[in-house]
């Protein structure tokens, strides 16, 4: 009896262990601190900087799975199975310090792309998700945050 509830608990901690390990030791600090996690989604991603004179844009596609909390949206590259994922710390952009466009005009996948930009657009992040569908829920989900920060900016 003892022995299966160890086994039970062996299999949940292997279960969690990738979400802890994001929870509590992502280099952002701890997860919590930025409210509820939101939605989480596979995503292509291509990052446009704007420092140089010559517009550098990566070509290729990296492939992240991405976490929207609150405060924090969060890029992470997958590993593993299906059943016990982990996941592994890329970048991190606070939805404070971003901006949303959410049509990319001239491309074969523009009902599936948008772009987030950190202020003055240094940075961009062209995110392409699998669906259309999966699209407009984190545009609108985002949409829905920043003007909840903007609202909250306001009332101050």
């Known amino acids: 009896m003892l022995l299966m509830f160890f086994l039970t608990l ?27 996690l939101l939605l989480q989604s596979p995503f292509n991603v291509w990052v446009e900087n704007k420092k140089d004179r010559i517009k550098e844009l990566r070509f290729k596609a990296h492939q992240r799975y991405i976490f929207l909390y609150e405060g924090l949206v969060l890029f992470t590259k997958k ?13 991190a952009l606070k939805t404070s310090q971003i901006g949303l466009t959410e049509n990319m005009h001239g491309s074969k996948a523009e009902g599936r792309k948008f772009e987030l930009w950190l202020h003055g657009r240094k940075q961009i992040y062209i995110l392409q998700a699998p669906t259309p569908e999966i699209k407009l829920k984190w545009v609108s989900e985002i949409k829905r945050v920043l003007f909840q920060q903007f609202e909250h900016l306001k009332g101050k």
């Open 10 to 36: 062996h299999k949940m901690c292997l279960l969690i262990k990738p979400y802890l390990y994001l929870f509590f030791f992502h280099p952002q600090g701890c997860l919590t601190d930025y409210g509820q």
């Open 79 to 91: 590993y593993g199975r299906e059943e016990s994922p982990s996941y592994a710390f890329k970048n």
